[in-house]
Structures are given as structure tokens and as C-alpha cells.
């Protein structure tokens, strides 16, 4: 038998007011996502629940392998921003933007590296 909890208007309008208060970091949930060895990531982050009128949002985010990104919203709706970080290898360690809202990992996609790759392996040529 399932368990549902049904919040309040008190306890909704209390969390409304407390996410409108301080800029979003990524849910726990989504941490830790990553491609396996030999792969990049491609990651695309909404952070959605902004207030309308917002200016353009920044989103910073750190994996493991010591990637980072810093990236301005590509795509900019009433209440919702969307982010682009690609080509990011090792495990996805933090991600928060500038502003309010509720920043979610919409998805990544994971692309093999090719064998010789410089970008990748300063041995290699081309």
C-alpha cells in the first residue's frame, strides 16, 4: 500500500518563500551522475520556478576529474532557464545557479571518446 502526505497551504506557501530566498543548487538526487571510463558527458540543466522578469542566469558546476563549468542560460522562458555543459568527464560533485528557482539535471547523454583524440590524451595526434 502506498503512502501519500498531503502538505498544507501553510507549509507550501512556507516553501515557496524559503526557495525564493537564495539562489538554487542542484537536488541531491542528481549528484553523483557520470558516464563510465572512456565517455564525456553532456549535460543539461533546468533551472525552473523563477520569478518572471529574471535576467539571465549563471550556472556553475564541478565534477570529480576536476571539470568545471560556468555557463550562461541558453535558453530563457517565463519561469524556467535552461544550461548546456558538455564534454565534462568524472562524477557530477555540485551544481547551483544565481538565482532562485529549482535547479534539476534534465538529462545527460554519454559519448565515447575516439582513441586518439589530443583534446583528450596530449600523446595522441592527429
Known amino acids: 500500500m502506498k503512502k501519500r502526505y498531503w502538505v498544507g497551504p501553510l507549509a507550501a ?8 530566498v537564495s539562489a538554487a543548487d542542484l537536488h541531491t538526487p542528481h ?9 564525456v558527458g553532456n549535460y543539461h540543466f533546468v533551472n525552473n520556478q523563477i520569478p518572471e522578469g529574471s535576467p539571465v542566469g549563471t550556472l556553475w558546476a564541478s565534477w570529480n576529474s576536476g571539470n ?3 555557463v550562461d542560460s541558453y535558453k530563457v522562458l ?7 555543459c558538455t ?3 568524472g ?3 555540485s551544481a547551483y545557479t544565481n538565482l ?4 534539476v539535471l534534465s538529462d545527460y547523454t554519454c559519448t565515447r571518446i575516439k582513441k586518439c ?7 595522441c595526434e592527429l
Request: charge should be positive.
Open 117 to 123: 583524440d589530443p583534446k583528450y590524451d596530449p600523446k
Open 100 to 103: 532562485p528557482g529549482k535547479l
Open 87 to 89: 564534454e565534462m568527464q
Open 13 to 20: 506557501m512556507a516553501v515557496a518563500t524559503v526557495g525564493s
Open 91 to 93: 562524477v557530477l560533485t
Open 31 to 39: 549528484l553523483g551522475s557520470s558516464c563510465p571510463a572512456g565517455f
Open 78 to 84: 517565463l519561469h524556467t532557464q535552461h544550461f548546456r
Open 68 to 70: 568545471t563549468c560556468q
